[in-house]
């Protein structure tokens, strides 16, 4: 897909994607770390272990699945992700795709589960009010809104999993298995179109 929805956005270097999303994980963590120095709550606790792990795992490829039906059903959806995925995964080796999981995962889930969610309140609200936040991340321009909306939704279901489970690990988990799977089904579709 071509830039069509937004022509002012020039297509990227491998090194720029790379750059960028280094750049966005340390402001990310940043935020989180000044968050934390400076309100009066903890970061939520990181449970490594195996059951935890299977768990993220599967609840990452379980959204990735659910992502995968709403691609299929819902075409405007299809478009915007279509657009922020040539934008951001085009320009990058197959490779690039582990830090693709890795630094957004760890980042965004630092951030918005660890610290923000806990800083408004482990409940509901605080649920929804993070995952709004999580969602206006991922919309590069007005037309990806039905992008947001996914990544809110993914957000809520990572916020509700967070709180229920008290362990951050799991969402980070989902996050980092969901952005690596999607990636690597999007590059290698590329590479099928191409030949």
């Not at 280094?22 to 272990?49: E, K, M, N």
């Not at 995962?105 to 800083?119: N, T, Y």
Request: charge should be negative; include cysteine.
């Amino acid at each position: 897909m071509s830039n069509s929805q937004n022509p002012d956005i020039e297509p990227l270097s491998r090194i720029q994607i790379l750059i960028a999303m280094a750049v966005t994980a340390i402001i990310l963590f940043g935020v989180a770390r000044l968050w934390l120095y400076l309100g009066d709550f903890q970061l939520r606790p990181l449970s490594l272990t195996l059951t935890d792990l299977g768990f993220g795992i599967a609840l990452g490829l379980g959204l990735t699945g659910l992502s995968t039906i709403v691609y299929a059903a819902w075409g405007t959806y299809r478009e915007s992700a279509d657009f922020y995925l040539s934008l951001v995964l085009k320009p990058l080796a197959m490779p690039d795709v582990i830090w693709l999981g890795i630094l957004p995962g760890l980042s965004e889930e630092l951030l918005f589960r660890g610290v923000m969610l806990p800083a408004i309140g482990l409940d509901p609200i605080g649920i929804v009010l993070s995952s709004l936040c999580f969602g206006v991340l991922h919309m590069t321009n007005a037309q990806q809104w039905p992008y947001a909306v996914w990544a809110t939704l993914v957000g809520l279901l990572l916020g509700f999993t967070m709180v229920e489970t008290g362990n951050l690990f799991i969402p980070i988990v989902a996050h980092v298995t969901n952005n690596f799977i999607a990636g690597l089904t999007w590059k290698l579709g590329q590479l099928k179109v191409k030949s």
